[in-house]
């Protein structure tokens, strides 16, 4: 019998048991670093900019000798000369005195602004300074963008190009990283065939071990291996205990509901695994399993392939986040009328898929087992389990696949 959760409950219980699952952590260049998850905070060692630099072409000058300069009645500077780009400047400036700085260049001592090349003129060895500046106008201070002892990276962040950059602006070399998750998919049932195989009356191609293990790669997950399984109890339980040896995650779909052949709970109850979840409160989905076992993750989807794609995007991403100790995020949405009506059972939150297309939302209806709409589909609305529908007309927030 199902023991049937709330989605808000499964994932407050997924918080609950997997928030300190153990993963191994290793060192990796940070400039190899991109799509890893930080183990340890970063903090900065050093100032960024470790100078004081222009962030335009113009002369370097003490901004109090400035403060009437105009066109009318300028301020006239003796040049010193030049800075070059990538050498520390030699000049001491005074009150009469400038030096031409590029842009990134060191800022003299001395200088505490820079007027810029457009509202000046050279001649000869002097400069003519027609606008007045303030202290640190044009002027980028040590430490500014990153001070020594900052919190640059929180543990739990995944490495993008950006933090890759900021790396490297702090000259670290490596940085500390979990593993990546590795994930064993299994499909399970008599009727499954390989996708090359010519499937007979009553057979039906394997589609889930794609689209499932395609969606872990895509979300940064080693996927190890993927298994056809025939409905054989001690070939379904070894291959279950084999994957739980060399991976942090086992995810099956099919064998989750009631029926004679269903085995998965026969199975988690035969290895003692933690049973924490049968049957959650979700449309398409609700024969769905999450169980610990050794601390590693049991994750059993319904064999229809709408339904354990749709479960999948709505579960996963919040057992990833807590298993590395990254901060949830928002799902960004798009907003758009509906453009039919929408039948929801009461009782159970409905995830229904649609096509969006500038500001308009078709539903996609489907039945079990059919995968055209599910192509398609390019996100989802939810329609809360409080409802019984919507009507043509609503705004609704159009969730897309994946985020």
Known sequence: MFKVRTIDETIELIGEKFSNMYLEVFQVESVNSYGFILAKDIYATENVPHFNRSTVDGYAVSHSVTQLA?????????NLGEVLMGEESKFQVSDEETVYVPTGGHLPSGADSVVMVENTELLKDEVIVNNPTSKWEN???????????????????????????????????????????????????DEIVRPHEAPKVGEIRDINTYTVSKYLENIGLIVTDTL???????????????????????????????????????????????????????????????????NKLFFGLPGQPTSAYVVLNTFINDMVSYIYGMKKRDLPYYEGELKMNVHSARGRRTYQLVEYNNGKVIPLFTKSGMMLALSKANGYIVISEFSEGLVAGTNVKVYRFGD
């Open 70 to 78: 105009s066109s009318s009645i300028p301020v006239v500077l003796k």
């Open 139 to 189: 002027v980028l201070l040590k430490g500014s963008d990153i001070s020594t002892d900052d919190l640059v990276l929180k543990k739990g962040t995944m490495i993008n190009e950006r933090h890759i950059g900021v790396l490297t602006a702090l000259g670290v070399k490596e940085v500390t990283v979990y593993k990546k998750i590795k994930c064993l998919v299994i499909s399970t049932g």
């Open 228 to 294: 056809v399984i025939k409905d054989d109890f001690l070939k379904y339980k070894k291959a279950i205990l084999d994957g739980f040896n060399s991976n942090d995650i086992v995810i099956t779909s099919g064998g989750s509901s009631v029926g004679t052949k269903d085995y998965t709970i026969k199975v988690m109850n035969e290895i003692n695994a933690e049973l924490l979840v049968h049957g959650i409160n979700i449309k398409p989905g609700k024969p769905t399993i999450i169980a610990r076992y050794n």
